[in-house]
Every structure is written in C-alpha cells, then in structure tokens.
C-alpha cells in the first residue's frame, strides 16, 4: 500500500497559483493517484485523478511524472476560498484506502 | 440529489454503551468505507466493503464492527465505545474501489465520556 507524503503546510496570496507536490515513492502499477479537499467539519470533496502525465479540470491541474513517484496539484488563481487541507490519495482497486495527513493551505488576502 | 448520509450527525455517550451510526448512499455504489479523523491524523479507514456481504478491515479496525447486508447502507456498529473512539467519522462511498471517486457523508461526531 502506497505511503503519501505531503508538506504540512502552505500559505499564499489571493490570485497566486498554488503547487502543492505528494511523494508516493511505492505507487503500484494499478494505482491512481487522487486528490481531495476538505473544509473544516465537512467530508472531503474530489477535486482531481490521474494515473500519468497531466490531467486539466475547471478547478486544477495534476502533473505526473513519468516514474509516478510524485503529483503535484496546482491551483490556478486561487482565492480566500480555496483555503482549506488537501489531500493526496494513491490507491488501486484492492479496497484499502490510506489518506496522508494533508496540506492546510491558507490564502491570504 | 446523489447523496451520502449519515446519522445522527452529533453524538455524546459513556463508556461501554453500544452504538450504531448508520450511513446510507443513494447512488448505487458497490463501494463503501468508514474513517476515523482526529487532530493532526488525517483520515485512517476503520473498515471498507467491496460490495454485498463482503467487508474488511482497513488500518484502524480494533473497536469496531461493520455490517452490509443491502448495498445502499454500511453501518458503523460500536459495541462498547471507550474515550479513544472519541472522533469525527466519515463514511463515503464510489462506483466500484477506492481508486475510483469516493463520495463522502457530513461526518459524526462522537464523543464518549
């Protein structure tokens, strides 16, 4: 099972884009990489999945490189409200699931 | 709405007094898993169900029960709740595996005196 590690904590300014990188050294062959974000007292949200290369949605950006033994999320512009803790998650379909313990991103104004 | 719920939402009990938190997903999932998230721990999964009838423990599993016996719920059963268990639980579901997007409840708090 893929260990993720990720750093504690960031900050940044309002409409800076911000790279948040999670070192998954073991990833498996059949593992996806994904990421979640969590406002305080609520569940985690997706925000984006990838396995290699790079994956663009309406609210981020996921870089793979080609030993997949890291990702990195970008966050393009972000605001007051992307505060919150960011999760990387490695996982393959055999069940099990280990979260790392997050990134708190707090966006100053 | 595709949803997951969970209830109660808020819980205060004692020491030895069993417990249920039910959750329930609208979304015909295969897929669910319960985690438990404390301060400064991130979230760690309790147990996880492939589909009907099939469970197993994920890496925090000691203290705690499971049960799927229809697809749409996963209770969280505690037979005898101690102080340690007091938490915020999380139950999600997806498609088919945790590879796929895991679709999380509100969250219960638990707090055992």
């Known amino acids: 099972l893929a260990k993720t590690t990720q750093p504690i904590s960031m900050d940044s300014y309002e409409g800076q884009e911000v790279n948040i990188t999670c070192s998954h050294n073991?990833?498996?062959?059949?593992?996806?990489i994904t990421w979640y974000q969590q406002f305080p007292s609520q569940g985690p949200r997706f925000i984006i999945q990838?396995?290699?290369t790079k994956v663009t949605n309406e609210v981020a950006s996921l870089f793979i490189p080609a030993d997949r033994k890291s990702s990195t999320l970008s966050l393009p512009r972000v605001s007051l409200s992307d505060t919150a803790v960011y999760y990387c998650l490695v996982a393959g379909d055999a069940g099990k699931s280990t979260f790392g313990d997050g990134t708190t991103l707090t966006v100053k104004p | 709405e595709a949803q997951v719920t969970q209830n109660p939402r808020y819980l205060i009990t004692v020491t030895g007094k069993k417990l249920t938190v039910t959750c329930s997903q609208n979304?015909?999932?295969?897929?669910m898993s319960w985690y438990r998230q404390d301060p400064g721990l991130g979230l760690r999964q309790i147990y996880y169900?492939?589909?009907?009838?099939?469970?197993d423990k994920g890496d925090v599993p000691e203290g705690y029960k499971v049960s799927r016996k229809e697809k749409r719920n996963f209770p969280l059963i505690l037979e005898s709740p101690s102080p340690n268990q007091t938490s915020l639980y999380f139950c999600?579901?997806?498609?088919?595996?945790?590879?796929?997007?895991?679709?999380f409840g509100p969250g219960t708090r638990l707090l055992v005196l």
């Open positions: 169900s492939m589909n009907v009838e099939v469970t």
């Open positions: 073991n990833i498996a062959t059949n593992d996806y």
């Open positions: 990838g396995y290699k």
């Open positions: 999600a579901s997806s498609l088919s595996s945790q590879a796929e997007t895991q679709y």
């Open positions: 979304m015909n999932h295969e897929y």
